[in-house]
């Protein structure tokens, strides 16, 4: 998944302005304790992220 499809994703789901809280704000047990932003500044696929979004929100199945 490119980054630019995440972050497409991202903002379908929460909007832009709270998908950026979100992605900066939000530890995910997933992601190792995590926020996404550090997840994917860490260098973890942008896919495993999403996946790691999808799980812990109510993603509709659309963006999965």
């Known amino acids: 998944m490119r980054l630019t499809v ?5 903002n379908q789901q929460f909007g832009e302005r709270y ?8 530890v995910i047990a997933q992601l190792g304790g995590r926020t996404i932003e550090q997840a994917l500044a860490d260098g973890e696929p942008a896919k495993k992220v999403w996946q790691a979004v999808v799980a812990t929100f109510d993603v509709p199945s659309t963006l999965h």
């Open 6 to 10: 995440f972050w497409d994703r991202m």
């Open 19 to 26: 998908a950026e809280s979100v992605a900066k704000d939000y």
